[in-house]
């Protein structure tokens, strides 16, 4: 990752994944749509029902000895057997972005374990973090998810870990996209 | 700073700050232009020269004491006597960018104090800092400072300080504007 990666998410009448449900978690929902699609840069051909825009960026919290551990177990996007997605976007409150970095950081990992629940769960789930805040997006982070329908039940344990935790706390607006792959 | 502010630096014949020159430190200059402007969200009339863009975020390394010190010994921006200015864009090579969050934070502050180094100047000169890597743009950083004409000399130090820092060897890309402001 040298150079950040712009990645636009637009769901409408057609795209690679079929949307299966949308829902709110925190907040306001996205509305209702059939297929969402991903793309760099896409142009909107007018018939999309909303867009959401990203960039796959440097880590924030992550140590040199996390990355090492995450980058040995995180899986690729795009294995076939992954047929199941899940897009949450995110959004967090001004408290948190008004901490300072050690303080998110402490919140994030030493009192909520964000790196440590998830790894376990990464040879199963492939994931891939955008960052749209400084975008002016309404969303602070789309966090994309890839995963085999044998993994569903372990991807919905590491959901629930995760909106347990102190960093939950934080989040002001979450809407829970879940994805099927249209067969090719 | 609760939200994200979208700044735009425009380069062109008119402007609020005069351009008294453009220098590059490291890789290509940009072109020559007579006036700054410093906006959000600008329409581009089709006369400017260059433009920069830039936003105005949370804070990456600093820690709550650092924030504390740094917020308390920083004045604001549009101090009447601050007639002299400088816009110093940066970019940093893709070997930082791989670093970690700990290896950035070691090598921006524990190894090249940064912040250390910038504090004793804060009360004479302003400074505000843009994000713009992930934006797309050709620079990661502007930085924007304002300061008397009789504080010429210390920010001469400060930034040749800065620039003999361990940090200064990931910088691949510098250009030093600097300005006077046009009499109002």
Redesign the interface.
């Given at each position: 990752?040298?150079?950040?990666l712009?990645v636009t998410f637009t769901a409408g009448p057609g795209g690679d994944w079929r949307i299966e449900r949308i829902t709110a978690v925190a907040g306001e929902s996205l509305p209702v749509a059939t297929h969402l699609s991903l793309g760099n840069e896409m142009p909107d051909q007018g018939q999309s029902c909303w867009r959401l825009r990203g960039?796959v960026?440097?880590?924030?919290?992550?140590?040199?000895g996390?990355?090492k551990r995450l980058n040995a177990a995180s899986p690729p996007l795009g294995r076939p057997e992954a047929l199941c997605a899940a897009l949450i976007p995110i959004r967090k409150s001004?408290a948190w972005?008004?901490?300072?970095?050690?303080?998110r950081?402490a919140v994030f990992e030493e009192r909520s374990g964000h790196i440590a629940k998830s790894m376990p769960y990464l040879p199963a789930i492939a994931r891939r973090l955008h960052?749209a805040?400084?975008?002016?997006e309404p969303f602070d982070f789309l966090t994309w998810f890839e995963y085999a329908p044998e993994h569903a039940d372990a991807f919905e344990r590491l959901v629930a870990e995760l909106r347990a935790s102190e960093e939950w706390r934080h989040v002001e607006r979450e809407v829970d996209i879940r994805l099927r792959r249209v067969a090719r």
């Open positions: 990752m040298t150079q950040p712009a960039v960026s440097h880590t924030r919290y992550t140590t040199a996390e990355l001004p972005w008004s901490m300072a970095q050690d303080e950081r960052h805040r400084d975008l002016g």
